[in-house]
């Protein structure tokens, strides 16, 4: 794959003191390492991958064992609304997740991945071709575009944005308006 330096990222971090390893300078902090490698990446999107896969199926507990959410996640979730901040991992919210995805499958296509200079981001684009029941819906289509946010936490990875919508297949203006008018 190529992999790309997300330039933006790298020139906002680079600012605020968190790229090129120059120890952070106020209030900064200094890079982990040299970069983030592509088996690192690699790793990364199987694992992404590997966990939406279980998500799809109902699996949240093999989901919650390959993704760690991080304190300050932020979820635009394709239902819309106001963005989630935070993720509770409690039994009821397991339970609830559980009955809300069923029997799913997914086959994730990865559109890009971007690496900040620092070595502490990767961004993941995403395709989820996904075929599940979901809330009280019999199977259908659910493929969406991801964008997903991870942070480097020492060694590990945790999941910091995640971004779906359900806007895979492509739209007339018309319907593109609806979406964006909302319910009437």
Do not use: C
């Not at 090129?20 to 088996?39: C, H, I, K, L, M």
């Not at 106001?82 to 799913?104: L, N, V």
């Not at 071709?129 to 020492?154: C, H, I, K, N, Y």
């Amino acid at each position: 794959m190529n992999w790309k330096l997300l330039s933006t990222l790298g020139i906002v971090f680079g600012a605020l003191g968190w790229a090129g390893g120059n120890g952070g300078g106020a209030g900064g902090r200094a890079a982990p390492n040299d970069g983030v490698s592509d088996p690192e990446i690699a790793a990364l999107v199987r694992r992404s991958a590997d966990a939406n896969k279980a998500l799809v199926r109902g699996d949240i507990d093999e989901y919650l064992s390959l993704i760690r959410h991080a304190k300050d996640y932020t979820l635009m979730n394709p239902f819309g609304g106001a963005p989630d901040r935070g993720f509770e991992d409690t039994p009821q919210r397991r339970a609830g997740m559980k009955k809300f995805f069923r029997g799913g499958t997914l086959e994730q296509e990865v559109v890009d991945a971007y690496k900040s200079a620092s070595g502490d981001l990767v961004v993941l684009v995403t395709i989820e071709r996904v075929r599940a029941a979901v809330g009280d819906l019999p199977e259908q289509d659910w493929s969406l575009r991801v964008t997903q946010v991870f942070r480097r936490d020492d060694s590990r990875w945790e999941l910091v944005h995640r971004h779906a919508d359900p806007l895979a297949n492509r739209r007339t203006v018309e319907q593109t308006a609806a979406i964006a008018r909302g319910p009437s």
